[in-house]
């Protein structure tokens, strides 16, 4: 597994990116002084991004039915946890844009090379937002489990 968008696993089977741009933005406010250069001001996080760039060989790799799989993802309108096959958590992503071009031909139409990009976009705040308290979880994930010794026991 190289990605996971959701349930969507990207590997070679389905859409083998040859590419990934990972983009994060910091935003800084300037406020003008006399006589002196600006003064700048740490606004906080901007807006964080994600490219997959590739191309298919439908007779190698996977084809157009996974790229509309990814498109009826974006049809539902939601966000999608994106997670690397490393097992690292990106963060909540949307689909933005699907991108593809068709090339060299089979005579029934077919293309033989699809190259596509895949634009993603982070629309939650931070993973502990999208997690939670992690300490307040296990703590309550005790509180069950003892409740449900107690219940054994009894």
Not at 37 to 54: I, K, N, R
Not at 80 to 91: A, D, K, M, R, S
Not at 114 to 127: A, P, Q, Y
Request: hydrophobic share 40%.
């Amino acid at each position: 597994m190289m990605l996971a968008l959701g349930m969507f696993v990207f590997e070679r089977r389905t859409l083998p990116y040859q590419s990934m741009q990972y983009s994060r933005e910091y935003r800084w406010s300037s406020n003008d002084r006399v006589g002196k250069p600006p003064a700048y001001q740490y606004l906080g996080e901007g807006e964080t991004s994600c490219q997959l760039s590739g191309t298919l060989y439908p007779a190698i790799t996977g084809g157009a039915i996974s790229l509309r799989m990814v498109e009826l993802m974006a049809d539902e309108g939601r966000a999608w946890p994106l997670i690397e096959g490393t097992g690292n958590i990106l963060g909540m992503f949307v689909v933005e844009r699907v991108s593809t071009t068709h090339a060299e031909f089979f005579s029934d139409g077919a293309a033989r090379k699809i190259d596509f990009t895949l634009s993603l976009k982070r629309v939650d705040e931070s993973l502990t937002a999208m997690l939670g308290d992690l300490k307040q979880q296990v703590g309550n994930l005790v509180t069950s489990a003892g409740k449900l010794a107690g219940g054994l026991t009894g």
